[in-house]
């Protein structure tokens, strides 16, 4: 199947520093790519959809100046928490939807630890 | 507005069969997927249905659908010590963002 990377895997950082993660298709191209946020024990939210050569779309309650979403090319989008706080310490997953087989294909996650 | 419902823990003995439930609420989705996730890793998509079909078989996977129920199951032949992992299901919206709605995962653990 379709491989989708995330980089990087693991990150700790300090209270007030941003933090930039990416979500890249290997193997074919993605108009629309996905971040999740995960809990632990607790299944994926929605943060936002990111739509290549376009602004994202937030689902309610998410902080589009705090969650910053770049979607410059069709295999490359990054997610950068801004100004990051211990409570947002979590999981965050992307996914790529491959246009041909409308299927989601989902990267390995990357744990982000704010002190 | 649209949920998905899974039951969230089931046990299994090695060797047996495994049979996870889903119920989802939007009677126009298209696909309806079965994702697996290990600790601390991304979400592996097992398999897929589309919903004009009503079973899906592939190698130790079947797929059941019941559209007028919106009932979806998975279910594991044989089941292994390595297929101890939360079990999610995933309808698509309808609509242009293709945006997939998750239930809460069912977490299975095998036992030897």
């Known amino acids: 199947g379709a491989v989708v990377s995330q980089h990087p895997s693991r990150v700790i950082c300090k209270s007030g520093t941003s933090v930039k993660i990416e979500c890249r298709s290997l193997d074919f191209q993605a108009t629309t790519m996905f971040w999740y946020r995960q809990f632990p024990k607790q299944s994926l939210m929605l943060m936002a959809t990111s739509n290549e050569g376009s602004k994202a779309t937030y689902e309610q309650g998410v902080e589009k100046d705090k969650f910053l979403i770049n979607h410059a090319s069709l295999t490359l989008s990054t997610l950068t928490v801004t100004s990051a706080h211990p409570e947002d310490s979590s999981f965050y997953i992307c996914s790529a939807r491959e246009v041909a087989a409308d299927t989601q294909y989902f990267g390995p996650g990357t744990r982000l630890t704010v002190l | 507005g649209e949920d998905v419902e899974q039951s969230l823990f089931l046990s299994v003995r090695e060797g047996d069969s495994s049979v996870i439930n889903c119920t989802y609420t939007?009677?126009?989705?298209?696909?309806l997927y079965w994702y697996k996730q290990e600790p601390g890793a991304g979400l592996q998509l097992l398999t897929y249905?589309?919903?004009?079909?009503d079973m899906k078989q592939d190698q130790r996977l079947t797929v059941l659908l019941n559209k007028k129920d919106k009932h979806l199951s998975l279910r594991i032949a044989d089941t292994q010590t390595g297929d101890s992992a939360i079990y999610f299901c995933a309808e698509i919206l309808s609509g242009s963002a293709r945006q997939l709605t998750f239930g809460s995962g069912t977490q299975l653990t095998v036992l030897p």
């Open positions: 249905i589309f919903s004009n079909m």
């Open positions: 939007d009677s126009s989705s298209t696909y």
